[in-house]
């Protein structure tokens, strides 16, 4: 069963860092776009970053640019999400996704494949 699974989430305190690890099995993500959402309780799920398969060009929203960080690893099937200087407005639910474009797409719909999501929670 193709499955993808987050982890690293967590409760940390403003300014703190987490880094989110989105493990694959029965699917290889060096061939998919992979692509890190979240949502916020009443909120719209919001795409955040995104790892092309096509040559690893790599997208932020403006909400996380120069503090969230995309990576993958081949050798151990896994994206990670790295954030630094987390706010409380980062409270959320965390899910990777995996896609077939070779480009990176914005909307949930281009990704067939999702993880169940991991919660983080910034908070003093």
């Known amino acids: 069963q193709v499955q993808l699974v987050e982890s690293g989430g967590g409760l940390v305190q403003p300014g703190g860092s987490l880094r989110l690890s989105c493990a694959a099995s029965?699917?290889?993500?060096?061939?998919?776009?992979v692509a890190w959402f979240r949502q916020a309780p009443g909120k719209e799920r919001e795409a955040l970053s995104c790892?092309?398969?096509?040559?690893?060009?790599?997208y932020y929203a403006d909400s996380v640019k120069g503090r969230f960080a995309i990576s993958k690893d081949n050798a151990k099937n896994t994206v990670y999400l790295q954030m630094n200087n987390l706010k409380p407005a980062d409270t959320a639910i965390y899910y990777c996704?995996?896609?077939?474009?070779?480009?990176?797409?914005?909307?949930?719909?281009?990704?067939?494949?999702w993880g169940r999501g991991t919660q983080v929670t910034v908070s003093s």
């Open positions: 996704a995996a896609g077939y474009y070779a480009l990176c797409e914005l909307a949930a719909d281009d990704y067939a494949v």
């Open positions: 029965k699917i290889t993500l060096d061939f998919h776009t």
């Open positions: 790892i092309s398969s096509s040559d690893e060009s790599t």
